[in-house]
């Protein structure tokens, strides 16, 4: 029998990130998180690669997306992917909120820094 189970998730009760991030509804191959206002950073962010795949959709503020030597404006209404295992870092320009879904989930106790 399929999974029929429906799951809620309210974002002001939700486990946050050593990032800022918010964890919100997660099923067995894909999950939620938003990053809200997050601010500009004092230096700048690392690239880094991740083990699962992200596709994101900004809600306001403006940041830079730099993917494998391209670099990528992301503004209101922008959706962005970012490939598994791809070589990326994000600057942000103005106080940005989005909401990614990420496949294999990221997890808070198993990928807290993702």
Known sequence: MNDTTVKKVASKHS???ALGQK????????????WEGVQAAEKEEEEHRRDYETVGFVISGKAELHLEGQKVLLEPGD?????????????????FTA???THPPARI?????S
């Open 99 to 101: 909401v990614e879904a």
């Open 79 to 95: 959706s962005w992917v970012v490939p598994r295992d791809a070589a990326h870092r994000y600057r942000i320009l103005e106080p």
């Open 109 to 113: 106790h198993d990928r807290d820094s």
């Open 15 to 17: 486990p946050k990130g």
């Open 23 to 34: 964890y919100l509804a997660s099923g067995k191959s894909l999950a939620m998180r938003l």
